[in-house]
């Protein structure tokens, strides 16, 4: 695979304010899925779901996290309207050379088991090394898990250093093989394939909009 590859409504009225919303739900849960592999983030009663597939080292992945896109998709899931599953690629390792996306896997990993998950992954896209660059070191994630306030401490730290979820890393890589993702990001919402790498669709402000509207999970 290649990075360049790819690399019910809920009404919204007067009375549904988004920060009156957001104060009244707080903390979006996080959690493994039954899977073993699908990291869910979400709350109980979101009508859809955007199922995200990334590589930490993709420098795609991060033109997608900085676009209008993602920010409507992360303002969506917090507010209920969608909730976003992930699941995390490390095929740059191999043909890059070197262990990056494997250890940011692993890193990320442990912020999930501290309630952390999708902070920390906000963290690591908005400081992405060069792709070429193996930069995702141990001691780069856990200087940037510094930046979540109450992700460090004995348990992840431990974890981001010994490669804890080692197995994790290779079973949410095999998990991508096994659903024929061809490049990263790749982004099917409610099972439907929506995009492969960036276009409008998913990375404008009008265009997440849309996709999501169209397929129920908003509206305005």
């Given at each position: 695979m290649s990075a360049a590859a790819a690399c019910g409504n809920a009404p919204r009225t007067g009375e549904d304010d988004p920060e009156l919303r957001r104060a009244a739900a707080g903390p979006v849960p996080e959690k493994l899925d039954a899977d073993g592999t699908t990291i869910?983030?979400?709350?109980?009663?979101?009508?859809g779901t955007m199922h995200v597939y990334e590589d930490p080292r993709c420098p795609?992945?991060?033109?997608f996290e900085d676009s209008d896109g993602a920010r409507v998709l992360r303002e969506s899931t917090?507010?209920?309207?969608?909730s976003t599953d992930y699941t995390l690629a490390s095929f740059l390792?191999?043909?890059l050379g070197g262990g990056g996306s494997k250890r940011a896997v692993n890193a990320l990993r442990a912020a999930l088991e501290e309630g952390h998950f999708a902070e920390y992954h906000d963290v690591l896209y908005?400081?992405?090394?060069?792709?070429s660059v193996d930069g995702y070191t141990t001691a780069r994630l856990l200087a940037l898990a510094s930046k979540v306030e109450g992700l460090r401490?004995?348990?992840f730290d431990k974890a981001v250093r010994t490669m804890r979820y080692a197995d994790f890393v290779a079973e949410s890589e095999a998990a991508v093989e096994k659903?024929?993702?061809?490049?990263?990001p790749s982004f099917y919402l409610d099972d439907e394939l929506i995009a492969n790498g960036t276009d409008d669709t998913v990375t404008t402000e009008a265009g997440m909009n849309l996709t999501l509207i169209t397929r129920g999970s908003r509206q305005f």
């Open positions: 869910h983030v979400g709350r109980k009663l979101a009508m795609v992945c991060k033109e917090e507010l209920g309207y969608v390792d191999d043909g908005a400081h992405q090394p060069e792709e401490g004995p348990a659903d024929r993702i061809q490049g990263t």
